[in-house]
C-alpha cells in the first residue's frame, strides 16, 4: 500500500521565507513602494492567518468507519465508508487516509486509501473506497489517520482516530468429489423414519392421543380449540460430524499452499455437509487468530457454520496444543458421531488418533495432502479409510 507524499503548499510557511517576506514589507514601507507593500502585507497576513486557522480546524471533528459487510470470501468486494461530520462553524479542508493490514487491496485505480475534501460549517462527507479481499484470513482496517486544515491547506493538524475494524475473509470455496462418510447411527435411520422426535423442531399439532406422555400436550393450541392438542414434531436426526484439521505437519514441513488447500477443502466440506442438515464440530490445534477458542462443538444451531468458517478464516499454520489433549480434555465426544480428519500426511500421529476414536467406535475418514507410500495406507485396518486431497478435490 503506498503511502500519500506530503508535499510543501508553499514556500511561505517557511519562517526563513517569513522573514524575507518581512524585510521586503520594511523595504517597502521606506521607499513608498505601496503596490509591494500591499502584496507583501496579504502575504504575511494569509500566512498568519491560515495558521490561526488550522490551530482550530481539528475540533469538533467527528469521524465514523463502517463496511458493508464484515465477512467474505476471496475475490469479493467490501465497501468502506468512512464518514467525517464538521460541527462548528468554521469550515475546514481535510485529509483521510486509511491503513489496511493483510491481503485487502483497493479495487480499480486507487493505489492508496487517501482522499481529500473540503467542509463548510456543519457539513459532513462520506468518503468511500472498495476493497478487494485477495485471500483468507483476519485482517485489520483503521484507524484511519485524519489531517484537518485551512482551506488553503497551508497548515495541518493530524489525528488518529480510534475506529478499528476487523474482516474476516473465509477460506475460498471449490468443489469436492463425493466420498463416502461412515455413519454410526443409535436409532436405525434418520429422518422421518426415526422413532425418536425431537421437542425443538415443532412442525405441527394434532389432536392428543391418550396414550401420548402429557409433555406433548400443546397447552396453547388447546386453550385455542377447546379441546387437548398436542404437538407434531421433526423426527431427531443422529447424524453427527467432527472435522479435524492438525497443524502440526504442514508447520514441520513448511507446506504453506497445502495448508491453504487443506483449509479450502474443510470449508467446502463444512459447507456441503451443513447443507445436508447434519450436525458439525470443529476441532484444530493451530493458533486462532484474535484469540478464538480451537475447539467447537458439535452442534447444528444457526451460527454453527458460520462459527467453524471463522476458525478456519483465523487459523494461522502455528501449533498450539497437542491434539490429542484437545480431544481429550476440551471436548465431548457424542457416541454417534463421525470424524473427518485432515493432515498433511499420515504418520504415527494420525494412527493414534485414530486409534483413540476406534475406542469409542467412531468411524474416521482421513484426508492427507501427502499420500502414503505403503500400498496399504490408503486403506489400512488401523486408521480407517484414508484419501489424498487431490482425490477429493474437483468434480
Known sequence: MQEHLERLPTIFVIPLMQLFVGLFLFIALLNRQWGLTVLTLLVLITVKGA?????????????????DRMRTFPGETITLNVRVENSKFLPIWVRMMVPVHGALHPSGKDASLTKESGLLWYQSVSLMWELTAQRRGW???????????DLLGLYTKKRKTDDTI????YPRLVPLRD?????RELFGSPGAKSPVHDPIYLIGTREYQPWQPARYIHWKASARHNRLEQKVCEPTT??????????????????????????EAAASLAVRLDNQGIALGLVTNGLISGGNLSVLPVSRTP?????????LARLQMKSKDDLLNLLKHGLELPRDLSCVYFSYE??????????FFDRFKIPVVSIVCQPSSDPRGNDSEIGGKTYSLDEIYGE
Open 51 to 67: 495558521k490561526i486557522w488550522s490551530k482550530s480546524s481539528l475540533s469538533g471533528i467527528k469521524c465514523y468507519t463502517v463496511a
Open 139 to 149: 485482517f485489520r482496517v483503521g484507524p484511519p489517520n485524519l489531517t484537518a486544515g
Open 166 to 169: 476487523h474482516v474476516i475473509v
Open 179 to 183: 466420498f463416502p462418510i461412515h455413519r
Open 238 to 263: 443422529q447424524v453427527k460430524v467432527l472435522i479435524i484439521v492438525e497443524v502440526d505437519q504442514f508447520a514441520s514441513h513448511n507446506m504453506e499452499e497445502d495448508f491453504e488447500r487443506t483449509l
Open 303 to 311: 451460527q454453527q457454520l458460520s462459527n467453524m468458517l471463522e476458525i
Open 346 to 355: 499420515k504418520d504415527d500421529t494420525t494412527v493414534a488418533m485414530t486409534q
